[in-house]
């Protein structure tokens, strides 16, 4: 017997989203999620992935995935606290702390789950957070499980974050005061302002979370945002995910020891939740020391960013302000945004159209995302597709 309020609550629901063109369909790959794709039979040039360095797809990736399938088996088996502690796990961790500059890191299942994680085991309902407006749905996520009060500050605005600093430290209704950022903000691809952050922290008494996602393996020739800063011993927690530019899955936060000491004993997906596969823990290592070896990657990236810029760019596109190789397109109307990214993908490019609520109402765009694996050939490809689509439909 199904129960009728859910079949009720899911029908209305359902329905009401399909009317207003709100329900996305999901388009399942048949291939890797490399730098060219197919969908439904069809081969795109993909520009969509977070698979910023191609590593997704990397041969040596693959190949100590499977030697570690071969020795550890599919599965770690258990909570990271029971026994699914296995040692590639622990060198996965030290290598994140070697790749962050810092005394330690812990490793958690994803991205998302770090920030279910961090904030919650430091911060409790007689705190405050100051959250910048964009910060990742992760971030808001984690801040409502820690109960503690959230004061969002205007994006990436300085004076509003000193403000809101200043009136949450005199007020003395908080024991503790924490400010979170993105480092990079994924739908412009800016980057936060985290030399006046750390100022205003300073100033007043604020510990120091950014999320660098979307800024690790591409800022700082890799190290991400807060290296690119050369703000190692400012931050007290740096979160990353292995599951974008680091090609496979699982997230971390590095910081200092007893820091990582604390969220190993009180942080509820590293006591309740499986650890990640073998595959993953040596993959992700490997796609770090290939990092810490060699630029090379990662020079390729910003080539290519810069090359897909400048040509959008010359043929009359908004690119907006990005300071990454992220690029939207930025069209406003967001039917208009819709048929866009539906006639790139019918002439074989692959851009998603991000649109209201993702993004403020009138700046719906099309989002590029050049990785280090696409060729000249591909994107020139990508580049001639939309300048014809962007004339058909008086875009530019
Ligand atoms: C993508 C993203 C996450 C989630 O990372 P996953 O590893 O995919 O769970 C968290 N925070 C930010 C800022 C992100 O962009």
Redesign the pocket.
């Known amino acids: 017997m199904s129960s009728e309020t859910l079949q009720t609550f899911l029908q209305t629901n359902l329905q009401d989203l399909k009317e207003h063109g709100l329900y996305n369909e999901i388009d399942p790959l048949e291939s890797a999620n490399g730098q060219m794709i197919t969908i439904n039979g069809k081969t795109l040039v993909n520009l969509s992935s977070?698979n910023y360095l191609g590593l997704a797809t990397d041969e040596r990736l693959k190949q100590v995935a499977k030697e570690a399938i071969e020795h550890y088996g599919v599965g770690a088996g258990a909570v990271r606290t029971i026994n699914g502690t296995l040692d590639i796990h622990l060198k996965l961790e030290q290598t994140i702390a070697k790749f962050k500059g810092t005394e330690a890191a812990i490793s958690y299942q994803?991205?998302?789950?770090?920030?279910m994680a961090a904030i919650s085991a430091v911060m409790d309902k007689n705190d405050a957070i100051l959250s910048d407006e964009l910060?990742?749905a992760?971030?808001i996520d984690g801040c409502r499980l820690s109960r503690a009060t959230v004061i969002r500050f205007n994006h990436s605005d300085m004076e509003d974050l000193r403000a809101k600093a200043k009136a949450a430290k005199e007020s003395g209704k908080y024991n503790k005061l924490m400010v979170i950022t993105?480092?990079v903000f994924?739908m412009d691809g800016d980057i936060a302002k985290l030399p006046e952050i750390i100022e205003i922290a300073e100033e007043f008494d604020l510990m120091v979370y950014v999320?660098?996602?979307?800024g690790s393996g591409v800022l700082g020739k890799g190290a991400g945002t807060v290296k690119h800063f050369g703000l190692q011993d400012k931050v007290d927690f740096q979160?990353g995910?292995?599951?974008?530019a680091i090609g496979v899955?699982?997230?971390y936060v590095a910081g200092r020891r007893d820091l990582i000491d604390w969220l190993k004993v009180r942080s509820r997906p590293f006591l309740f939740s499986t650890a990640v596969t073998p595959a993953d823990a040596v993959a992700a290592t490997k796609a770090i020391e290939l990092l810490m070896e060699s630029t090379e990657l990662n020079d390729r990236l910003w080539e290519n960013g810069d090359y897909l810029k400048k040509g959008l760019k010359s043929l009359g596109f908004n690119i907006g302000d990005s300071e990454t190789p992220i690029t939207p397109c930025i069209v406003g109307d967001e039917k208009l945004t819709q048929t866009f990214s539906k006639r790139l993908f019918e002439e074989g490019v692959y851009a998603k159209s991000i649109v209201f609520p993702t993004v403020p109402k009138g700046t719906g765009r099309v989002r590029n995302m050049p990785t280090a694996a696409h060729t000249k050939e591909m994107l020139d490809q990508a580049l001639t597709v939309y300048e014809k689509i962007g004339k058909e439909l008086g875009i530019i």
Do not use: E, P, Q, R
Not at 110 to 115: I, K, M, R, T
Not at 211 to 214: G, P
């Open positions: 977070n994803s991205g998302f789950n770090c920030n910060n990742h992760s971030i993105d480092g994924s999320d660098d996602a979307h979160i995910t292995l599951s974008k899955v699982g997230g």
